[in-house]
């Protein structure tokens, strides 16, 4: 229930409105401890006010949509937030890449791995190697153009 507390809390907070339909299927014990604290203690959520660039892509398999939103000061990254909807791996990797991303230079931004993601989350499953590719491509999409 807790989990699906949250997922409520994120949709309302971050105003998604075509809610899944499906309920999150998972199995705690596949995910690192990195992972699920993310999940539970998410950072960064939210949208930032007007912001400098936002994205927003979906994993046409699973259903699952990432948005970031980013605020530069000068070329400094100063804020980054995210919303996500969709299983846990997406919602977690989302708070990692705003933790990743938040204070860096665009420049050096753009130098961030997936490899130093899946760090950040403790690894991932291979049923979930999707969140971290989603993670990338929108982060990818955010800084284009920046
Ligand atoms: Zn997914």
Redesign the pocket.
Known sequence: MLILNYEAAIYSRGGISDRASRLPHYNRSVYSAELLDHFQNPRNPGEVESPDSCARSQ?PV???ILELTLKLEGRRVSDIRFRAK??V??MACGSAITELIKGKNVEDARQVRREELLRRVGGLPQA?T??GH?AMDTLAMLLRGL
């Open positions: 994993n699973c259903g699952d969709g299983c791996p997406a979930s999707h969140a989603l």
